[in-house]
């Protein structure tokens, strides 16, 4: 028999990765990562008002909805398959001050809409947020004292809120606020006021990002904010201090871990669900969104594979889901395969 080695052959010791590569069975078969529809959380903006969807302009294809609509995009999720969405609403300004204060309302917009979706679809996981951002006049996360974010004060202030956002049906707390002590705050109150069946999914390593930008007008804070958050969301150039951050969360009671915004941040992902074990989220953020949404527009990229692509990149570094602006787009492709 003629001996048909090749160079290649001896230079890689017969070993060659293109074998497993050589068709789409074999890919499939080997495939180390898939992207289900179990992995999707998606966030939607709430407006006060009926029969409003309000097209957003930085994020084509995202939309503000009233509560009724909110309910549809409920009853649309669910009959995807969608676990759970994220509830963020946009607060009229008249109801906005120094502190927040319409966050202990026990029927502003957040806690109107859990109630309502939870009555129609009472099987969809709905996480809602406790930062003081939507309701404060000034768009920071906290209250504004003296040009100062307090720390305490705002803590004590968002426990509030978390109970009453879990009385009104909240399944998930999700504090993204970053001011120290309030996972461990948060699941005191819980627990003192009998909910100790709702989690908390901490915004463990929250940076302070240039990528939030069209969430801010999404939320109506855009113009509002005074200053920057550099005082409580974490530096873009520390890893370390991130994975200190997170490891107090857990610490402190915290049941899931997330990390915003995602992409940029794919290394503290990986390094998070190797240090502690717990089920790790990433937000892909609305920068992320509205930059593959802009290239796609201009022809530059293909929208639907880099959207894939970059949600699929989330789950191989570790993410057990996504909170994505994508989800019902995904979806879609998903059960059509």
């Keep these: 028999m003629t001996d048909k ?85 946009n607060v009229d300004i008249s109801l906005r001050d120094d502190t927040g204060s319409n966050s202990l309302a026990a029927n502003n917009l957040i806690n109107e809409t859990t109630r309502a ?42 426990a509030r809120a978390a109970v009453l956002q879990a009385d009104a049906g909240a399944d998930i707390i999700a504090p993204s606020d970053m001011m120290d002590g309030r996972v461990g705050a948060i699941r005191r109150a819980l627990d003192a006021a009998g909910h100790q069946n709702v989690g908390i999914m901490a915004y463990a390593t929250k940076f302070a990002s240039a990528f939030y930008g069209p ?47 995602g992409l940029p941040y794919l290394d503290i992902c990986w390094r998070m669900k190797e240090s502690f074990g717990l089920p790790v989220f990433a ?14 527009a201009n022809g530059w990229i293909d929208g639907e594979r880099v959207m894939l692509e970059t949600l699929l990149a989330f789950k191989r570094a570790g993410c057990d889901g996504i909170l994505s602006y994508f989800a019902v787009d995904v979806a879609r492709i998903l059960a059509k395969r």
Excluded: C
Aim: proline share 5%; no cysteine.
């Design 5 to 89: 080695t090749n160079a290649v052959d001896l230079i890689t010791g017969h070993r060659r990765m293109r074998r497993n590569r050589k068709a789409d069975w074999s890919r499939r078969m080997v495939q180390e990562n898939r992207l289900t529809v179990d992995d999707l959380i998606w966030p939607i903006f709430i407006v006060a008002g009926t029969n409003i969807v309000e097209p957003i302009d930085a994020m084509p294809g995202v939309n503000r909805m009233s509560i009724d609509k909110a309910v549809e995009a409920a009853k649309l999720a669910a009959d995807f398959g969608i676990p759970a969405l994220a509830t963020f609403p």
């Design 215 to 261: 969430y801010r007008e999404a939320i109506g804070t855009s113009g509002l904010l005074k200053g920057d958050k550099k005082t409580y969301y974490i530096d873009p150039a520390n890893g370390t201090e991130a994975m200190r951050d997170a490891a107090l969360d857990v610490e402190e009671g915290a049941d899931m871990l997330m990390v915003k915004p």
């Design 283 to 296: 937000y892909q953020v609305s920068g992320e969104y509205s930059q593959i949404k802009a290239a796609a």
């Design 117 to 158: 979706i939870k009555k129609a679809v009472p099987n969809i996981g709905v996480i809602t947020d406790v930062a003081l951002d939507p309701f404060t006049s000034h768009g920071h996360d906290g209250i504004l004292r003296d040009g100062e974010i307090v720390n305490d004060e705002t803590v004590a202030q968002i």
